[in-house]
């Protein structure tokens, strides 16, 4: 069964390093997306991301962060320079949504992002 | 508006029991429900999602039941087991496409 994949599983990072995390979404799916998921808490959305382009991005998705995907296979979230803050579960999620139908979002096993 | 609040935040049920989880939202443009499981390091999974055109959507022992003129869905899980013991979370979207909107989650332990 076809799956999100995110690299690395665990990141420790210094306050003020920059940090990309990775993703492969599911292979023909169009739409991709960054959540993260601060320990204990609920699962917040940061960006879309749709035909090359940011579709929508929260107010937590500030300068400090970009996504790109710089092939045909990987999706990327880099944060600039980490704070505190930071530190959470990066989930990576992909869709295939048709004209009607198919919402499905399908989520990676994460990357623990510990910024100290 | 674009809250989705769960409730309750944990839930003990013995074995053989029901587990029932409850998500109200204020979005009327809100047109898809999803019912996520996380178990501890891992990510959420879907594990049952419904539209708005049904008010009920059972797969195995999972049920949603929606009501639309209360803005209002829950998660019913019967003959709770051991290795439901998870987090629960419901969202909600409301398009194709566009983000997921999460509740806080419930904490679920199924007593053997």
Request: proline share 6%.
């Amino acid at each position: 069964e076809p799956e999100v994949t995110q690299t690395p599983s665990h990141q420790v990072t210094q306050m003020g390093q920059e940090v990309i995390l990775r993703c492969v979404p599911i292979s023909n799916h169009l739409y991709f997306y960054w959540y993260r998921q601060i320990l204990g808490q609920k699962v917040e959305f940061l960006v879309s991301f749709y035909n090359n382009e940011i579709s929508e991005k929260s107010e937590i998705f500030d300068d400090q962060f970009s996504v790109e995907r710089p092939d045909g296979s990987n999706f990327t979230l880099k944060i600039r320079s980490t704070k505190l803050e930071d530190s959470a579960m990066y989930f990576c999620a992909s869709s295939e949504p048709l004209i009607y139908g198919d919402y499905e979002q399908y989520f990676g096993p994460g990357t623990r992002l510990t910024v100290t | 508006q674009q809250q989705v609040k769960q409730s309750p935040q944990s839930l003990i049920v013995q074995k053989g029991g029901i587990s029932i989880i409850n998500c109200a939202y204020e979005n009327t443009a809100f047109d898809y429900f999803p019912w996520y499981q996380q178990f501890p390091g891992k990510g959420p999974a879907l594990l049952i999602a419904i539209r708005p055109d049904v008010s009920e959507k059972k797969e195995g022992r999972f049920t949603i039941s929606f009501n639309k003129s209360a803005k209002q869905f829950s998660l019913h899980i019967m003959d709770s087991q051991p290795g439901d013991s998870a987090t629960y979370f419901c969202a909600a979207s409301t398009a194709a496409g566009n983000k997921l909107t999460f509740g806080g989650g419930t904490r679920v332990l199924v007593k053997p």
